[in-house]
């Protein structure tokens, strides 16, 4: 691996994903070299590159490339070898983009595509929003009765709960939901709900296990601020923290946001920021892959999330 100025903490982190931890990435890192080193240290780390099969490089600025090092490269390139960049590789190992990793991220999610590709994903998304409009607010109908007179019983207070969230451009908009929270869960102030959270009635416990809290939304889908697939939208207490945190948390509002995305089919419940900024490694990586095949892995991976009420 070639990297230039990095932390010792970062450069463990980048060392562990090239390795894997959880998933099998058929890399295992042999040889590391720091471009701010000595010339003589590089004399002899070209030595060694011969024993190397695949370089994986992660620097920010690729003109601060050495000469010779660069020359390496070119002949492990003509001789079959790899040479691929860091965001390439854990972008195609994790369907993910490293966000903390380098800047060039943030220029590499805004790559035009194909305009017929995103004519025909336009078309899909459209199809794919009316028929599950449909059926989600049949649905929704047909559980208000039901959910309204176990409220009265199990959950007393208002039926909905209406928040405002940030979506399409950074505009805010309302999202409803099934109230599964005591009343004035946030008199305390904004809080990121956990996985056991103990503002949830035993009654909200369960709407949530199916998913039923969460049917209100249509009404947003269907008033045009949000769409099935899309990175789901946050409040603007916790956008604000994270856009101080990740200066290009706001790309994720350059489409709309969505019921169900790729970061809630991939990544644990959402319960920190920390959580929050590893989510956004999914939802850049679907809005610059966004397609019908992931639209409909996605779709795929949310109904049976459903059906046998697994966690997200």
Known sequence: MIYDKETEKHFREVTSSIDGDDVETFYKVKLTYNLNQHSEVRKKFLVATEKVDSWIVNIKNYSDFPDDLEKILLRSILKGKEVISYTSFY??????????SHNDSFYEILQFRNRKIRYLH???????????S???GIALLICIPFVFILNFFFNKGPLFYTQKRVGFHGNEFKI??????????EKEGAKMAVK?????????????VFRIDELPQILS???GDMQFIGPR?????FVNQLNSLVPFYGT??????????WAQVKYKYGENLEDSIKKLEYDLYYIKNRSITLDLRIVFKTVTTVLFSRGV
Do not use: C, W
């Not at 336009?122 to 599950?132: A, D």
């Open 91 to 100: 972008e195609n190992t994790y369907e993910a983009l490293p966000i903390q």
């Open 122 to 132: 336009t078309i899909f998304s459209f199809i794919i929003n009316f028929v599950l």
């Open 134 to 136: 449909l059926f989600v």
């Open 176 to 185: 409803y939901k099934f109230r599964s929270m005591v009343v004035n869960a």
């Open 196 to 208: 056991n959270d103990a503002r949830i009635t035993p009654f909200g416990r369960i709407l949530r």
């Open 221 to 223: 889908v269907i008033k």
């Open 233 to 237: 939208p946050e409040r603007k207490v």
């Open 252 to 261: 994720r509002h350059l489409i709309k946001p969505g019921i169900t995305g």
